[in-house]
């Protein structure tokens, strides 16, 4: 396609005062991200719906195959959320799940687990954390179901002991009538830590934490009272949700300066995760609870989903676990049944920049809506990835020029994620494209060529127009 010369061309023939300029650094720069894990862009799928995910979602395999593809390795899963802590291991259980509720669209108050959740779960081929009851303090059932875990599931990565414990309360059999606390949680966390995986034998199994949000339970915290138990942490985990269904706020939740807003309060945690020598990742996370308002099912998601883990990849973060809820009843989710979600174009073209990469590293400072970022292989930029996050609806879709220099090539290729609008949403029709190409409902095969835009880079310089919600993915 020759669109993205033509207009770079005019752009500087016009000499558009609104051209940002950005010189691409050579080597890391001192504000790069820490090495980045080979696929950090992963799923968390709800406890008591895993099985049916894996079972009777014929798009679940290719849509997490795809992203398999790019990196190779298969993107991180999570079996967990609410309804692990409404869940009881039963052994001479042959089901995978057992539960009722009253429409096929609720989540079960109460469930039970059979061994076949966790052969469920040992055939998948990437890494696994596995979810398990911290809530009804039956100490001796999660250490069977974890036992089991760690004997069956080769790549088992973590286990969770509770999920969201900054929500237990007082009449949770765990409290055990006391009021429960911060401090309570605690010493709560670490007496299971010390009994699961004594019991085990084993060290660095545990994902900690599984605060929402940070506060009043932190990782600060949590590591502060860890003392010796730490050994049997793996990795500490915070969910994320910026929105919930009340402030439903789509410009808010894609913008890139409001995105560094909402994480900041994260690098306190990450910093008190790598105090103790242990990674820090977004164990379960999406873009809006209680459904989210409308807003968690469109393409402005997926662009959310795409700087968010950018700039949290810089912050110092290791992975993401997108939250996959009830199948049929679930608006931020990636794929379902009959239809795509748009959010997962935003987690493919993550996985896209992402891919072979060692390094991310910011080039502007996030006070603007406009954000570039130089991917780095063994040290040397390989990507430049390009964001426009001005909210676009209908009317005129206003443009964004970016000019790099420093680029070493005569030539580059770019791929571009876009949509119609922000809004746009694939159960209504308005398809995204990541190079022009599409995910077919029900399926998730990859549909139509990739038409990768070229662009003529002169002494070092080359200039590449965004339109507004649009990112673009340079290959340098
Ligand atoms: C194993 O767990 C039980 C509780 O079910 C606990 O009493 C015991 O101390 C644990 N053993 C080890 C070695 O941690
Ligand atoms: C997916 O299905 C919706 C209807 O639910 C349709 O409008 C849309 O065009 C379809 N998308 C693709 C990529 O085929």
Redesign the pocket.
């Given at each position: 396609m020759k669109r993205l010369s033509a207009t770079a061309l005019l752009a500087s023939y016009l000499g558009l005062a609104s051209t940002l300029d950005f010189h691409v650094p050579e080597s890391l720069p001192t504000n790069a991200s820490p090495r980045l894990s080979v696929a950090p862009v992963g799923v968390s799928i709800e406890f008591f719906a895993f099985p049916g995910y894996v079972t009777n979602v014929p798009a679940t395999k290719t849509c997490l195959q795809n992203l398999k593809d790019l990196t190779g390795t298969w993107p991180p899963l999570r079996i967990g959320g609410t309804t692990q802590d409404r869940a009881t291991y039963d052994a001479s259980s042959t089901e995978a799940v057992t539960y009722n509720v009253a429409d096929p669209k609720d989540a079960p108050e109460t469930l039970t687990f059979g061994p076949k959740l966790i052969s469920l779960a040992s055939e998948y081929g990437g890494r696994v954390t596995l979810g398990l009851n911290r809530r009804l303090n039956n100490l001796a059932n999660t250490i069977a179901a974890a036992k089991l875990a760690k004997n069956s599931i080769p790549n088992l990565h973590a286990v969770e002991l509770g999920n969201e414990p900054n929500f237990f309360s007082k009449n949770d059999p765990i409290a055990q009538g006391a009021a429960w606390s911060p401090a309570a949680d605690y010493k709560s966390q670490v007496a299971w830590q010390d009994n699961v995986c004594g019991n085990l034998s084993t060290d660095a199994l545990i994902s900690a934490g599984v605060y929402f949000g940070t506060a009043p339970m932190s990782i600060n915290g949590l590591t502060a009272t860890e003392g010796d138990a730490n050994r049997y942490v793996k990795q500490y985990c915070s969910h994320n949700y910026p929105q919930s269904k009340g402030t439903a706020d789509l410009p808010k939740l894609m913008g890139h300066s409001s995105i560094a807003t909402q994480i900041a309060p994260f690098k306190a945690e990450i910093a008190a995760a790598k105090s103790k020598n242990r990674p820090h990742v977004f164990g379960e996370t999406n873009s809006a609870t209680q459904g989210g308002g409308g807003i968690s099912q469109t393409y402005g998601a997926a662009l959310w989903i795409l700087d968010y883990t950018m700039q949290s990849l810089v912050l110092g973060t290791e992975a993401f676990y997108f939250h996959q809820g009830t199948i049929g009843n679930c608006a931020y989710c990636w794929w379902g049944k009959?239809?795509?979600g748009a959010p997962y174009y935003g987690a493919y073209f993550a996985t896209l920049a992402l891919a072979g990469a060692d390094n991310i590293a910011p080039l502007d400072d996030q006070t603007t809506p406009y954000a570039a970022y130089v991917i780095y292989k063994a040290g040397r930029p390989a990507k430049v990835l390009l964001y426009n996050s001005d909210y676009y609806v209908t009317g005129v879709r206003s443009q964004q020029s970016f000019r790099l220099t420093g680029l070493s090539a005569s030539t580059v290729t770019a791929k571009r994620l876009t949509a119609p609008s922000s809004t746009s949403r694939?159960?209504?029709?308005a398809?995204p494209s990541i190079a022009g190409q599409?995910?077919?409902?029900g399926s998730c095969v990859i549909?139509g060529q990739s038409q990768d835009e070229i662009v003529t880079v002169v002494a070092g310089i080359a200039t590449f127009t965004v339109e507004a919600s649009e990112a673009l993915l340079v290959y340098l």
């Amino acid at each position: 396609m020759k669109r993205l010369s033509a207009t770079a061309l005019l752009a500087s023939y016009l000499g558009l005062a609104s051209t940002l300029d950005f010189h691409v650094p050579e080597s890391l720069p001192t504000n790069a991200s820490p090495r980045l894990s080979v696929a950090p862009v992963g799923v968390s799928i709800e406890f008591f719906a895993f099985p049916g995910y894996v079972t009777n979602v014929p798009a679940t395999k290719t849509c997490l195959q795809n992203l398999k593809d790019l990196t190779g390795t298969w993107p991180p899963l999570r079996i967990g959320g609410t309804t692990q802590d409404r869940a009881t291991y039963d052994a001479s259980s042959t089901e995978a799940v057992t539960y009722n509720v009253a429409d096929p669209k609720d989540a079960p108050e109460t469930l039970t687990f059979g061994p076949k959740l966790i052969s469920l779960a040992s055939e998948y081929g990437g890494r696994v954390t596995l979810g398990l009851n911290r809530r009804l303090n039956n100490l001796a059932n999660t250490i069977a179901a974890a036992k089991l875990a760690k004997n069956s599931i080769p790549n088992l990565h973590a286990v969770e002991l509770g999920n969201e414990p900054n929500f237990f309360s007082k009449n949770d059999p765990i409290a055990q009538g006391a009021a429960w606390s911060p401090a309570a949680d605690y010493k709560s966390q670490v007496a299971w830590q010390d009994n699961v995986c004594g019991n085990l034998s084993t060290d660095a199994l545990i994902s900690a934490g599984v605060y929402f949000g940070t506060a009043p339970m932190s990782i600060n915290g949590l590591t502060a009272t860890e003392g010796d138990a730490n050994r049997y942490v793996k990795q500490y985990c915070s969910h994320n949700y910026p929105q919930s269904k009340g402030t439903a706020d789509l410009p808010k939740l894609m913008g890139h300066s409001s995105i560094a807003t909402q994480i900041a309060p994260f690098k306190a945690e990450i910093a008190a995760a790598k105090s103790k020598n242990r990674p820090h990742v977004f164990g379960e996370t999406n873009s809006a609870t209680q459904g989210g308002g409308g807003i968690s099912q469109t393409y402005g998601a997926a662009l959310w989903i795409l700087d968010y883990t950018m700039q949290s990849l810089v912050l110092g973060t290791e992975a993401f676990y997108f939250h996959q809820g009830t199948i049929g009843n679930c608006a931020y989710c990636w794929w379902g049944k009959y239809s795509m979600g748009a959010p997962y174009y935003g987690a493919y073209f993550a996985t896209l920049a992402l891919a072979g990469a060692d390094n991310i590293a910011p080039l502007d400072d996030q006070t603007t809506p406009y954000a570039a970022y130089v991917i780095y292989k063994a040290g040397r930029p390989a990507k430049v990835l390009l964001y426009n996050s001005d909210y676009y609806v209908t009317g005129v879709r206003s443009q964004q020029s970016f000019r790099l220099t420093g680029l070493s090539a005569s030539t580059v290729t770019a791929k571009r994620l876009t949509a119609p609008s922000s809004t746009s949403r694939v159960d209504r029709g308005a398809n995204p494209s990541i190079a022009g190409q599409t995910f077919e409902n029900g399926s998730c095969v990859i549909k139509g060529q990739s038409q990768d835009e070229i662009v003529t880079v002169v002494a070092g310089i080359a200039t590449f127009t965004v339109e507004a919600s649009e990112a673009l993915l340079v290959y340098l």
